[in-house]
């Protein structure tokens, strides 16, 4: 079945650029969606279609996908950035929505 | 701007039934995807299912659970709910309701709720 897979952990500091990958077998083709987790609040989608924000959203974060590697972007990176960060495709092998492990993101 | 909120026990027995509530609020509960998701402890986010009212009722379960599965729609009462029956500790989880304006995308959700099944 498909997999996607996501690196634990990821650090950067405030005011530079953060990458997040997020691999899976010949995953460009797929539309990928991005959500960021903080504990004990509700997941918000970040990236949404063609790796664009969805509209509220600020437009730090931005996603492109080629090949086996998708990545989620966050420019300007900002203290209330850190948290989980989890890729999403659909499993069409399986017919089913499947997730990454989710990586974590530290600001320094 | 829609708001979810997740409802019921955090604790359930072994081989029991689990059921919760999602009650929504600032919007209509019409024309989306409304769907259950968990997070094991240490584990991938996964998807349970989803409802869908158009006119008519569609639902769509994860195949690995689809036989112990339920989601239900209350339309008038803005609220959609999960059961799923013969629980084990591999249930435990943090359990979201969300919101979708396609099957695979979770646009809105609850902040979650923890449910642990124990004997």
């Known amino acids: 079945s498909y997999v996607v897979t996501q690196p634990p952990s990821v650090s950067v500091a405030p005011g530079q650029t953060a990458t997040i990958t997020c691999g899976g077998d010949n995953i460009g083709p797929k539309s990928v969606r991005w959500y960021q987790l903080k504990p004990g609040q509700a997941p918000v989608l970040v990236v949404y279609d063609g790796g664009a924000p969805p509209s509220g959203m600020s437009e730090r974060f931005s996603g492109s996908n080629s090949g086996d590697t998708a990545t989620l972007t966050i420019t300007r990176v900002e203290a209330g950035d850190e948290a989980d960060y989890c890729c999403q495709v659909w499993d069409d092998d399986n017919d089913r929505v499947l997730f990454g492990g989710g990586t974590k993101l530290t600001v320094l | 701007q829609v708001q979810l909120q997740e409802s019921g026990p955090g604790l359930v027995k072994t081989s029991e039934t689990l059921s919760l509530t999602c009650t929504v609020s600032g919007g209509s509960i019409g024309y989306y995807y409304w769907s259950w998701l968990r997070q094991p402890p240490g584990k991938p986010l996964e998807c349970l299912g989803y409802?869908?009212?158009?006119?008519?009722?569609?639902?769509k379960y994860d195949p690995s659970l689809q036989s112990r599965v339920t989601i239900s729609l209350d339309a008038p009462g803005n609220q959609f709910s999960l059961r799923l029956t013969s629980v084990t500790a591999a249930d435990t989880a943090v359990y979201y309701c969300a919101r979708g304006h396609a099957l695979d995308v979770f646009d809105s959700w609850g902040q979650g709720t923890l449910v642990t099944v124990s004997s």
């Open positions: 409802i869908y009212n158009n006119g008519g009722i569609k639902r």
